[in-house]
Structures are given as structure tokens and as C-alpha cells.
């Protein structure tokens, strides 16, 4: 397995646990890191995306809002609503993750721990916010 897959991975089950738990995150991630052992590049990936998609929680679910019409956030499974919230978060930021890539890692892992419609669903939203982001570029050249 690649760095960032399971960089994303450890992102999605902290992110997801982060739902349940809205304790210190410092402390949850320091319990969250006690068993996983792995490359340190993937676990400082991990913490980018978790830190990212912390901080920009309220912004990141505005766009699922807008991209998931007549679904609620707080509706949408776990896994489905958290994978949308990495792979946006990767898809608008400098990470020099290439959208199609981003789209491609949320709709796998969606596959893996949830289910072929969840991936879907995923790679539904998230095609959505790539092109209207594609459409807003082209406006403005």
C-alpha cells in the first residue's frame, strides 16, 4: 500500500471516529497514533489531512451541502460524508494531489470500507465539485 492510501485511510477511521468524539484533538490523535504503526511520511499525511479538514470543517460541509442535493451532512454515513470531506479537502488545497487522484482515493476507499454505492455516491459529489470548479476556471480565463 502506497504512503498517501494509507495516509487516507488513517485520516478516514480518525475523522470518522472524530464524529463520534468531539474530545481534545490533541489528545485523540496521540490515543488514535498508539497502535498504528507505519511510515512516517503516511502518518504526517494523515495529520495534514486531519488538521485540514478540522479547520476547515464548516467550509468543507457547506460544499457537500451544495454538491449533495436533498441530502443532509449529518444524514450521510460516516464513512461516505468523511471520504467527500478528505478528497475535497485535497481537491482545494495546495496539496499537489491532482483532483482526478483525489476523487479516484475517496471512491476506493469508500469501496473498501463501505459499500459499491457509497462509492457512487462519492464519486457523484466529488465529480460535481470538480467540474463547477473546472466551469468557475473557465469563466475566468
Same mark, same amino acid.
Given at each position: 500500500?502506497?504512503?498517501? !492510501? ?6 478516514? #477511521? %480518525?475523522? %470518522? #471516529? ?7 484533538? *490533541?489528545?485523540?490523535?496521540? +490515543? %488514535? ?8 511520511? *503516511?502518518? @504526517? ?5 486531519? =488538521?485540514?479538514?478540522? !479547520?476547515?470543517?464548516? /467550509?468543507?460541509?457547506? +460544499?457537500?451541502? !451544495? ?21 475535497? =479537502? ?11 487522484? @483525489?476523487?479516484? /482515493?475517496?471512491? /476506493?476507499?469508500?469501496? #473498501?470500507?463501505?459499500?459499491? /454505492?457509497?462509492?457512487? %455516491?462519492?464519486?457523484?459529489? +466529488? ?5 463547477? *470548479? !473546472?466551469?468557475? #476556471?473557465?469563466?475566468?480565463?
Amino acid at each position: 500500500m502506497g504512503i498517501r !492510501r494509507q495516509a487516507r485511510e488513517w485520516a478516514l #477511521q %480518525f475523522l %470518522f #471516529q472524530r464524529d463520534l468524539n468531539r474530545g481534545d484533538l *490533541a489528545a485523540a490523535l496521540e +490515543l %488514535f497514533w498508539e497502535d498504528k504503526p507505519g511510515p512516517p511520511k *503516511a502518518r @504526517a499525511y494523515a495529520e495534514e489531512l486531519i =488538521h485540514g479538514v478540522e !479547520r476547515r470543517r464548516p /467550509e468543507l460541509d457547506k +460544499l457537500i451541502k !451544495r454538491y449533495a442535493e436533498h441530502w443532509d451532512v449529518k444524514r450521510m454515513g460516516g464513512v461516505d460524508r468523511n471520504a467527500i470531506r478528505i478528497g475535497l =479537502h485535497e481537491m482545494t488545497t495546495t496539496s499537489g494531489v491532482p483532483p482526478v487522484v @483525489a476523487i479516484d /482515493e475517496a471512491v /476506493e476507499i469508500a469501496k #473498501q470500507y463501505s459499500s459499491n /454505492e457509497s462509492a457512487r %455516491f462519492v464519486n457523484g459529489i +466529488l465529480d460535481r465539485a470538480l467540474r463547477d *470548479a !473546472r466551469a468557475t #476556471q473557465a469563466k475566468a480565463d
